[in-house]
């Protein structure tokens, strides 16, 4: 941590303040020049609170100069997580794809949409049982029947199964889910993340609409901290001021998170752009910049679909893009 | 709803989609122009998911006509809602200061500080007892306790508190809390809001750091649609590409959300900006702009505050802040 | 354009609004539904000022129905725009990499770069002579002694030149350019555009940093209107919250403009990110999302650059990328 | 300037650099922690360019510590800058407000609304005559011979006539113009900005939409660098992904520019917000924060304005808000 002090500190001050750092447990190591007095704090600085020093008198500005994310830091754990699910593996060197409908809607539905994605060549299947809405209007998802549906499906298919989690207070409907999903709006739901912390699952924990990488990596500090290194990170497009797409899909989260951190990260082509036609076009595109895997939307009925039919894919589409996708994995390195 | 009907359109598509508008209880208007069919809905079209037309084969776009909030629209209950707590009121007519610090640190801090703002007229304490932090690493607040000590703080200035909740679960350690404050992480967080809409105790909803206005209303919508009419909004600065502060305090939120809703809507400038010095300027524009109360942080000693030192003023700042209020909600026509 | 019309409009404000509409040369189409009456304005609105409707009394809201771009407008002109440079061409069908420096800086430096982005396969080559810095302190290029060493380059390869123009003045130095480039930061100079549009000859349109992709098609008919057909649309990232990268790179963008227009679209990775090391995955990204080329650059002496080193990519390096792209370029069916 | 060193950086690499700045005139400071070793440059970095650094092969990251404006900084030069313009001043200690249409349309509007904003209290007349515009389609203003009119409506009212620029060739226009306008698509023009800062004529400089504050400074720069002092900063509103409002208007750039800056600032809420009834609470808002002055548009009829009547005041609300203004310009200590 490297502090910036004001001009107008006084010697007295000054003293104080490096008293202060002594009391950290924690160097301070002065520089001084032309109108400027720096101090560089060396020692872990980890939970030392930026803010905190920010606001002592003399301080003009703080400034970290190393990552606050330990346990999914590269630096720390240079190899690659690979987290295995069922017969799947998430990590370098693969690309899982991970497909099916928003919403559980009815049995036939998602036995039949599992069945055609498996087919296709899918890892696994997604559907949603709780369903984050903005209107209390909207339709909230079959719930518990949700992921009772979404267990028949894997029973039909063998797929692994991946849903969405919104409350701490139904974890236990999730025992028997593969992967535990947390979405955009959840990430910084911090209780959610320590709970999750504390089970034998993995968590694949979406990007918020408006969070940076380093607060994504923070929010799986939180997972993996906890005790449960199986964290898989997903970029699924952020706000801007852009409403050509719902989302605008930052694909630069994929080299720069695989470069800081050793997780797996997948993308979430079909959320971030929100129409149905441009998902091929992007998931090939994360592919190319990295991507371990991808989360696709896919409707057998997408224009009866009770959410988001406008983003997914019919399954002959589906089919074809997984056949755009292979030759592309393959120049990638990736077995899919 | 108007629905864009797409070039390639043909009359028997056309024909199916107008049945298929007659069977949701809606009535379909057209409009032929050159070029371009546009279909108006006519009825309730509240319950109609506008991704879901939009998913449809023929449509090429569709623009909602009519707000999805209805329970907390201004048009359909044009009356000011008035917020009651104690003593205190929040709503039209008044100008309602919370005051405290960002975390509750002990006994003696919250104390001293309770009756600090009360002695420079402030109508109610805030205090964070469980606080959503970045970094697991950080001071997660004293949770229970701390919400016994501003019980204690409530009892010796007789100020009702104010204190922010961060899951489902915790909900009953709240029954003696006056005001349950919603923090911007979690203003998408539906399943809390749910159960809080089935209290009966007024709940601060802060707009999340990537949420709409509308989305806002619409997170209202959801507590006041459960039974619970008591919420009072809270702009507390979104996230934008400007670095210089924290976040960037949204003023027009204030006018924009008073006319479309009859809920009162307060101002926390100190997590907007995060630095202590321009909170004044802030909360002075805030009253100005037709705020209905201010939300500002007040630590005995900054500098030593275990969360958000840098954007607390100290109690002399703070009375020297409300006598520059006075005068401005005055003018404003608001009792403070 | 629709109209929504208020609740509150009277029957004569309606009359005198509709008396309006007719006198535009358009036929306006009632449909009156609960609570809401709407007018369909039908004709050509591409001259009608949406704000001037907006600001009438009896309007609520209008809602554009139709682009307001034409010439450049896909649904008006099927056929791609092939641009053609020297023996190079830009379009659907091939994948045209522009390299170069960031600025030229003497004789020697941008022939040897030149020679090198040549050999790896580049079709033409870029270089900075006119520089929009954001200090006034920084190097401002060499100016038209820049554009004389472009020239030298040229000659020594064979290769089209491609750089940036900053004023509408400078445009008699452009006269023996191949391809004018409008920077970021002028994509909205419409003095400038305007000119432009009287040239015959191709301009490379930088998208803005916070321009929408239909300001981005603005701009270009701007250019298209004024006579001028080559236009070459760039997408270069725009500004986010996000700081771990220079600029978010949006590549929805270029399926985007690719489907509402016929005008050719390449990706600038090097400007987007400003980090050499991830230039490549986001070539490869551009590459698979569909761009007709790229601009990458590329300096001998990254180290010693006079302005953006950090994202230059040596010519060593822009050799492997090359061979990277080369079976990418062919899945998507592109010569390059 | 404080360099962070690669953990992976040899000792024979690190002298390397060393040496390296040492060539630059500066003198470097180590400081060598448990895995990061921090070199503090001391000395006057501003012409060091901060991307040149960062490319350095074992340069982590880089951080400024000193600001890179340094005529426009308040810490080298303390006293507030204040800008006459015929009998008017912009700066500390006054409330200037400018008023007038958007665009000038013909000499009986101008010299009407001239008249009219006078009369309430306006101390100088704004109207476009140069007008960029999204679509080329949309109304151009009346350039030359709108300047002609605005001088006109001097004469008639005695107000200095504040416009906009578009272009440096249109410099010798704006000869008897009494403040120059830079819009805000035109705030990184910087061979425009260079040409004003040759003038001795003031300018007014508006943020750029996407623009950081640190950015608008570097702008002002150039001008104050070239020899004219006579800058007025403003601020418009920037873009977010809000859509309630036409940009997002930043008050708290208020503050922070007069803090970091000697220059006056002054506010546009008209332009910021899009929408006539919420530019008065805006402008109340501007005042109460600390702002200079304030930008107005007003209209004597707003619906058949030829631009962005939607956002314009009729000449009796805007007397009316000037009666709401002068209680807060005294408090506030400002003259009106």
Redesign the interface.
């Known amino acids: 941590m490297?502090v910036?002090v004001k001009?107008t500190a006084t010697k007295a001050q000054l003293d104080s303040f490096l008293q202060w750092v002594y009391e950290k447990g924690l160097?301070p190591?002065l520089?001084?020049?032309?109108?400027?007095t720096?101090i560089?704090l060396?020692?872990?600085t980890?939970?030392l609170?930026e803010?905190?020093v920010?606001?002592?008198?003399i301080v003009e500005?703080v400034?970290r100069?190393?990552e606050?994310y330990k346990r999914t830091n590269r630096?720390l754990h240079p190899d690659d997580t690979l987290v295995s699910v069922g017969g799947a593996v998430i990590g370098e060197g693969h690309l899982t794809v991970i497909a099916g409908p928003c919403s559980v809607e009815c049995e036939e539905q998602i036995v039949e949409v599992a069945k055609a994605v498996k087919a296709a060549g899918a890892a696994m299947l997604r559907g949603g049982a709780?369903k984050?809405?903005?209107?209390?209007?909207?339709?909230?998802g079959l719930r518990a029947e949700g992921i009772e549906l979404l267990k028949k499906a894997r029973e039909a298919t063998g797929l692994p199964i991946v849903t969405e989690i919104?409350?701490?207070?139904h974890i236990p409907l999730f025992e028997d889910v593969d992967i535990i999903q947390v979405g955009a709006?959840?990430m910084?739901?911090?209780?959610?993340l320590?709970e999750l912390g504390h089970l034998n699952k993995p968590v694949l924990l979406k990007r918020?609409?408006?969070n940076?990488?380093?607060?994504l990596l923070?929010s799986a500090?939180?997972i993996v901290?906890?005790g449960n290194p199986n964290v898989i990170l997903c970029e699924r497009g952020?706000?801007?001021?852009?409403?050509?797409?719902r989302n605008?899909?930052?694909?630069?989260?994929?080299?720069?998170l695989k470069?800081r951190s050793h997780l797996p990260v997948v993308v979430d082509p079909s959320h971030?752009?929100?129409i149905?036609?441009?998902v091929p076009?992007?998931a090939?595109?994360?592919?190319?910049?990295?991507a371990d895997g991808l989360l696709i939307e896919v409707h057998n009925q997408?224009?009866k679909?009770?959410?988001?039919?406008?983003?997914?894919l019919r399954p002959d589409e589906f089919a074809r893009l997984m056949e755009?996708l292979r030759?592309?994995a393959e120049?990638a390195g990736k077995k899919m």
Chains 1, 2, 3, 4 share one sequence.
């Open positions: 490297v910036i001009q160097k190591h520089s001084e020049g032309a109108g400027t720096i560089g060396i020692g872990d980890s939970k609170d803010n905190l920010r606001s002592m008198p500005d400034k100069v190393s606050p630096k709780f984050p809405r903005t209107s209390p209007y909207a339709f909230q919104m409350n701490i207070e709006r959840n910084q739901n911090f209780e959610l320590k918020g609409l408006a940076t990488l380093e607060e923070m500090e939180y901290a906890g952020i706000r801007t001021y852009e409403t050509a797409t605008t899909l930052d694909l630069s989260a994929v080299p720069f470069s971030a752009c929100g149905a036609w441009m076009a992007l090939k595109a994360a592919v190319a910049v990295g997408p224009e679909a009770l959410s988001d039919g406008a983003q997914s755009q030759p592309l120049l």
